[in-house]
């Protein structure tokens, strides 16, 4: 039987917030942003780069558009193959980061019960 649509959408949304995620990881780790915390993205979002424990203008505008660039796959998602759907795979892309990155991007992780 051949995949359904929503399948394959989910799958290559999967992959392109993993990649994008990954990058914002990176610049926030060299921008020492702890990305996660409560209001740190929409500081981010708002350039507002008091939020940096290292300055690096460079990386913290490549973190900034690479934000951008998330809420545009995620609301692309969201329209693709639903809200729930893509709950899930934000939400499994930053567990992925967390194992990878461990607590520098801040926040706590949801609790498994």
């Not at 020492?32 to 350039?47: A, C, F, S």
């Not at 934000?67 to 609301?75: A, F, G, K, Q, T």
Request: aromatic share 4%.
């Amino acid at each position: 039987m051949a995949e359904k649509p929503v399948e394959m959408n989910g799958r290559w949304y999967a992959r392109s917030l993993s990649e994008v995620d990954r990058e914002i990881a990176r610049q926030a780790s060299i921008c020492n942003v702890q990305v996660l915390d409560p209001g740190v993205i929409e500081r981010v979002l708002k350039n507002d780069a008091s939020v940096c424990g290292s300055a690096n203008p460079v990386a913290f505008a490549k973190l900034r558009n690479t934000l951008m660039m998330h809420y545009r796959i995620r609301d692309q998602a969201v329209a693709d193959i639903g809200e729930t759907a893509t709950r899930q795979l934000v939400e499994a892309v930053v567990d992925d980061l967390r194992k990878t990155i461990g607590d520098r991007l801040g926040g706590t992780p949801a609790s498994k019960g």
